[in-house]
């Protein structure tokens, strides 16, 4: 690996950054350094520009959020090897670059049909990862470092959440609770028969719903999604779903349980005309 990139790594650690996130940042910087001409010390900004624009074939394109991750990893690492404290590199190719637009993304829970399918035909040990995850709306990373004890009857406990901390999630969930019930002590997703990692759970899931089951698109964080959902059908505000997802912002919640374009088309159809513009219109 880089030297330079193996520093910065260093000082991801320094603050308290993820592991997960460090690699993130590591596999994409390295990429970086192998597809840059002079390497990640001495590019240019138009030679940046041209990586970060992703592959010219439009079936390699980058989705926008793919496009907006390199761009946020590499910001990170040029800011910091030129800050004068570091100065490791004299001038940050990136500086007044501007940052790719991303779209507004869109609550996406699974339908009902999917939903049937998922959770009563799949095998193990993506049925159980799919329970998790509706029952409560644990991420990959979660569901891998699950274990039994971990599910209480008032709450589940996480050891290792996103940020790198513990957390819990209040409420009883009664439906994993009884299908856990069985099995033995220790990580729920070796138990059935999977492997406790969570690009393992989170590849191989979407694989599985899309070849075996014909569910293309269907994921295991699309559950998270459908969780999210079932909270603000039953009428729970905003503040409640931000807790029980773990977000930070508010506005992080919005994109899970934001109204849907169908839900507004009816809250559109269900509104009265007054009475004053019927005679209008008349």
Same mark, same amino acid.
């Given at each position: 690996?880089?030297?330079?990139?193996?520093?910065?790594?260093?000082?991801?650690?320094?603050?308290?950054?993820?592991?997960?996130?460090?690699?993130?940042?590591?596999?994409?910087?390295?990429?970086?350094?192998?597809?840059?001409?002079?390497?990640?010390?001495?590019?240019?900004?138009?030679?940046?520009?041209?990586?970060?624009?992703?592959?010219?074939?439009?079936?390699?394109?980058?989705?926008?959020?793919?496009?907006?991750?390199?761009?946020?990893?590499?910001?990170?690492?040029?800011?910091?090897?030129?800050?004068?404290?570091?100065?490791?590199?004299?001038?940050?190719?990136?500086?007044?670059?501007?940052?790719?637009?991303t779209r507004r993304g869109k609550p996406r829970p699974l339908s009902p049909r999917e939903l049937d399918i998922?959770?009563?035909?799949?095998?193990?040990?993506?049925?159980?990862?799919?329970?998790?995850?509706?029952?409560?709306?644990?991420?990959?990373?979660?569901?891998?470092?699950?274990?039994?004890?971990?599910?209480?009857?008032?709450?589940?406990?996480?050891?290792?959440?996103?940020?790198?901390?513990?957390?819990?999630?209040?409420?009883?969930?009664?439906?994993?609770?009884?299908?856990?019930?069985?099995?033995?002590?220790?990580?729920? /997703?070796?138990?059935?028969?999977?492997? @406790?990692? !969570?690009?393992?759970?989170?590849? $191989?899931? *979407? %694989?599985?719903?899309?070849? =075996?089951?014909?569910?293309?698109?269907?994921?295991?964080?699309?559950?998270?999604?459908?969780?999210?959902?079932?909270?603000?059908?039953?009428?729970?505000?905003?503040?409640?779903?931000?807790?029980?997802?773990?977000?930070?912002? /508010?506005?992080?919640?919005?994109?899970? @349980?934001? !109204?849907?374009?169908?839900?507004? $088309?009816? *809250? %559109?159809?269900?509104?009265? =005309?007054?009475?004053?513009?019927?005679?209008?219109?008349?």
């Open positions: 690996m880089n030297k330079l990139i193996q520093l910065h790594l260093v000082a991801l650690r320094q603050q308290s950054m993820s592991e997960r996130s460090r690699e993130d940042a590591a596999a994409v910087l390295e990429r970086m350094h192998a597809a840059l001409k002079l390497g990640i010390a001495k590019t240019s900004r138009t030679e940046l520009e041209s990586f970060l624009a992703g592959p010219a074939d439009s079936k390699r394109a980058w989705s926008d959020g793919t496009r907006a991750t390199y761009f946020g990893h590499a910001a990170r690492f040029y800011a910091w090897a030129t800050d004068p404290d570091v100065d490791l590199i004299s001038h940050n190719p990136m500086e007044n670059m501007p940052r790719p637009q998922v959770l009563t035909r799949s095998a193990q040990p993506f049925r159980l990862c799919a329970l998790i995850a509706f029952e409560t709306g644990l991420r990959c990373c979660e569901i891998a470092g699950l274990r039994k004890c971990d599910v209480g009857e008032d709450d589940v406990y996480i050891r290792k959440a996103k940020g790198g901390g513990s957390e819990t999630v209040p409420g009883r969930p009664a439906a994993l609770i009884d299908a856990i019930s069985d099995l033995p002590d220790g990580l729920l /997703v070796e138990a059935v028969g999977g492997i @406790a990692d !969570a690009r393992w759970i989170s590849i $191989r899931s *979407a %694989v599985y719903f899309r070849r =075996t089951l014909g569910l293309p698109g269907v994921s295991l964080h699309r559950m998270r999604h459908t969780y999210a959902k079932r909270l603000r059908d039953a009428g729970h505000d905003l503040f409640v779903l931000q807790r029980q997802l773990r977000h930070k912002s /508010v506005q992080s919640t919005q994109i899970y @349980a934001g !109204a849907t374009d169908e839900e507004c $088309r009816q *809250a %559109v159809r269900g509104l009265t =005309t007054p009475s004053y513009l019927s005679q209008i219109a008349s």
